[in-house]
Each structure stands twice: as structure tokens, then as C-alpha cells.
């Protein structure tokens, strides 16, 4: 076991290699997913004015005690205030104002009451005349139903901060601050290669004794749900002329990282590393991890570059380990993994290995019970499909029996 590289060290090794991008500006509607470079400070008060949370009647607190259901208190209505409109004047002492959802507090006012309590009828488009007065059925205390300049977010507070993924929630924000150009770091560029005589493109005749290329199409996948782009290369043939065709072209894409699938099992590796060594140069890791232990680790060019296991299942689970936090790194993203505890729900064997089993999570009793899904072989893709997460099995440990708690690795929901 020891001559094994294991999981943490060959990872800090390789992120030693790799810094956030640089900035690119870009117009708020390209900026779902992109990773904010530095802070927004809002130019505004949200509120930008004091307005009426309710459609109804501003008024002065104090003006209204006497407001009773059995006993309303007629008052006459000086001014009227539509959305979209800012009163010049301020509240006449002892009349109301009719006033919309969102439209600014006159000065004067200190409260407002809400259509409900009044015996006035409101349509949707209140455009009737105004009426000269309104008896209100209810006293307001000071600040009702108003919402306050600055309540939400205040002129000069940092209100996005520099590394936070865009979302709805933040778009939002930026949009209410009237932010529309913003700097986000760069998306890191990828380019995919998959190594193999037995393979064709889904869009090709499979031949008996042939498969389909899933690993480059699952590894664009898995780029882009962390922020990055792809190119996928046509498959290369398992000759150095080949696959050597195949980096150079990759190169051409200017990209932040190329990976390949295939080709570094025993025996297999010789056509990749002899490509990479005249182009680049490259380390060769066993590591002590299940699935996936062969992993190839260098740079094609000045590019870095992974030479991912050809099993399905290991190439998915080996980015998942050391290509996402590299991307995520690139990206300006955190490298953390949303991980919990779970309690195992069968006896697992492993064999010594860190092992990364493909389980679901059934909530039951206040905890998490983590079930495998079906065959753990590493070529058995749906194994993934039905994972929620991956159970780590410690190196070392060969039996686990069930009933342990162990840490699940969550996987990502969308
Ligand atoms: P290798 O690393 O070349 O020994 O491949 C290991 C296993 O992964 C073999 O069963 C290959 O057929 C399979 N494999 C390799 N590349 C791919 C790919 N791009 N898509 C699907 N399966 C693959
Ligand atoms: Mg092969």
C-alpha cells in the first residue's frame, strides 16, 4: 500500500498549479453561475424612499385614535400618490393621502392603513375620481405598513461579496442596485479527449465488438455544471500518431486544461506518455483510491493536464476528486463538497483502498441511512445515475459492517 500516492497528497500537489483566472466584464443577464472577482458596493438605499407596503391611506398616526370599526373617522383626502409618482407637497395636517403599493411616504405621513380598513373601493386600476373622504375603520400606529429608505440594503454596504456564484437570488439584488455590466472571473476553458481503438461517436455506426464514447460527453457535463466550457476532440486512435494529433489539436483551443480518458491502465499508458513526454512532460500517480487508481498528471505544452481512468465510472469519480477542485479553483469557486454523516445500511467490503461507493440516501429517524446502489463495477454507469452521493471507505478498512457511520460525499442535485 505504501508505494500509493494518496488521495489528499496527489491533490495538493497538483493544485499547487492553479490560480483563479483573471476578470472579464460581463451585461447582468450572462451572469447565472459566474463567479462575482470583487465586491459590489450598492450605489443606492433600498428602499431609494420610504413607500407604502400596502395599497391604502397615508396618514399621521396620531391624527387617528379615534378610528373605530363601530365608529369610523371620516377624513378628507388632500392628495393622491400612484405608483411611479413622488408627492412635491407634504401631507396637509388633518387629511389622508391615497397611496399604492411602492409609491413614496409625503412627508408629513407616519403611517399608512390599508384600503381593508377604510370604506373605500379600490379596483386594480384606480383611476375613478378621487374621492373627497374616507372614513377608516381602525387606528394606525406610527410606521405601519411603511417600509423604511434603506431597510433593505444601504448606500455604500458591500451587498454581493467578491467569490459569491450567481444565482437568481443575487441577479436580483444586482438588478435592484441598478448593476448592469459586472467583472466575474473568466470561465475555464477544457478540452476533452477520449482515447480508444473500440470507440465511436454517438453519432457514428457502432461495429460488433465497438462502443459508444460516454466518458468525453459525461466529462463536458461535469465541466459545465462547475463553470467551465468545452471542446470535445474527435476520439483518438490508440497510435502515438494519433493521439498525438489529437493533444495538438486540444492545444489549438487555447485551453486551461486538457483532459483524456483511457490509456493509462498497465500496459496501456505507454502511447499516451510516450505523446506527452514529447510534448510536455508527465508524472504518473498510482493512487490509492477505488475506483481509479492509475492517474496520469502533467502538462501537454504549459497546459495542464489529466490523464483520466477509462471505466466510466472511475473517470467520473476521478474528476470528481481532482478535476472539479482544479476547475473550481480556475473558476473562483469554493473546493469544499457538501459532505454528512450517514449510517451504512449493509456490510461493504473494500480492499484497503480509500473507496468512493455509489450510494443513496434514504432519510429515516432523524438520520441518513446510505443504501449502495446495486453493482459498485467501474464500468457500470447507472451506478451513478442512482447515487445521491459517494460513501468514503477509509483506507485501510476491509470489512465495514452495517450500522457504521461514515462520511457521504454529496453529488450534485441538478
Ligand atoms: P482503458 O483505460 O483504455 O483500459 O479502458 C478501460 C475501460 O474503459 C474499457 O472497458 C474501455 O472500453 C472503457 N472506456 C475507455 N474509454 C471510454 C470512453 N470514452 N467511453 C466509455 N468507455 C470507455
Ligand atoms: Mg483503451
Redesign the pocket.
Given at each position: 500500500m505504501s508505494n500509493l500516492l494518496s488521495v489528499d497528497t496527489a491533490l495538493e500537489r497538483m493544485l499547487k498549479d492553479f490560480q483563479p483566472l483573471s476578470p472579464e466584464e460581463i451585461t447582468l443577464d450572462e451572469a447565472l453561475g459566474r463567479v462575482l472577482s470583487s465586491d459590489i458596493v450598492s450605489p443606492v438605499n433600498i428602499p431609494a424612499f420610504a413607500n407604502a407596503s400596502m395599497d391604502g391611506f397615508a396618514v399621521r398616526a396620531e391624527e387617528t385614535t379615534s378610528a373605530q370599526t363601530e365608529f369610523p373617522l371620516s377624513l378628507p383626502i388632500s392628495m393622491d400618490i400612484p405608483a411611479g409618482t413622488f408627492p412635491e407637497k407634504s401631507l396637509s395636517p388633518g387629511t389622508v393621502a391615497r397611496i399604492m403599493t411602492g409609491a413614496p411616504i409625503p412627508d408629513g405621513a407616519n403611517a399608512v392603513i390599508p384600503v381593508e380598513l377604510t370604506d373605500a373601493f379600490w379596483t386594480i386600476n384606480a383611476q375613478e375620481t378621487l374621492p373627497e373622504s374616507v372614513a377608516l375603520k381602525q387606528a394606525a400606529r406610527r410606521g405601519d405598513n411603511i417600509r423604511l429608505i434603506g431597510e433593505d440594503i444601504q448606500i455604500g454596504q458591500v451587498v454581493i461579496s467578491a467569490d459569491t456564484v450567481l444565482r437568481a437570488e443575487e441577479i436580483g439584488v444586482l438588478a435592484s442596485i441598478g448593476r448592469g455590466r459586472l467583472l466575474v472571473y473568466r470561465r475555464p476553458r477544457v478540452a476533452i479527449v477520449?482515447?480508444?481503438d473500440?470507440?465511436v461517436d454517438i453519432h457514428d455506426q457502432l461495429q460488433r465488438g465497438q462502443?459508444?464514447?460516454?466518458?468525453?460527453y459525461a466529462l463536458a457535463a461535469l465541466v459545465e455544471s462547475y463553470g467551465g466550457t468545452c471542446v470535445r476532440l474527435p476520439?483518438a486512435r490508440d497510435t502515438v500518431s494519433d493521439v498525438r494529433a489529437a493533444f495538438l489539436s486540444a492545444l489549438e483551443h487555447d485551453p486551461d486544461i486538457i483532459i483524456s480518458?483511457?490509456?493509462?491502465?498497465v500496459g496501456?499508458f505507454d502511447v499516451v506518455r510516450t505523446v506527452i513526454n514529447g510534448l510536455g512532460r508527465v508524472d504518473f500517480w498510482k493512487i490509492n483510491v477505488r475506483p481509479g487508481k492509475p492517474l496520469a498528471y502533467g502538462r501537454v505544452g504549459e497546459v495542464p493536464y489529466f490523464g483520466l481512468?477509462?471505466?466510466?465510472v472511475s473517470?467520473m469519480v476521478t474528476f470528481d476528486l481532482f478535476v472539479r477542485p482544479a476547475i473550481c479553483r480556475l473558476a473562483g469557486r469554493s473546493l469544499d463538497v457538501p459532505t454528512i454523516m450517514a449510517t451504512t445500511g449493509e456490510d461493504i467490503y473494500s480492499d484497503g483502498r480509500r473507496s468512493y461507493l455509489r450510494v443513496r440516501l434514504i432519510h429515516t429517524d432523524g438520520e441518513y441511512i446510505a443504501h449502495l446502489t446495486g453493482t459498485q463495477s467501474s464500468?457500470a454507469l447507472t451506478s451513478m445515475v442512482k447515487a445521491d452521493g459517494l460513501l468514503v471507505v477509509p483506507e485501510d478498512v476491509k470489512f465495514v459492517p452495517a450500522g457504521t457511520q461514515l462520511s457521504v460525499r454529496k453529488l450534485r442535485t441538478f
Open positions: 477520449s482515447t480508444g473500440e470507440l462502443i459508444y464514447d460516454s466518458n468525453s476520439i480518458s483511457a490509456g493509462v491502465s496501456a481512468p477509462g471505466n466510466p473517470a464500468g
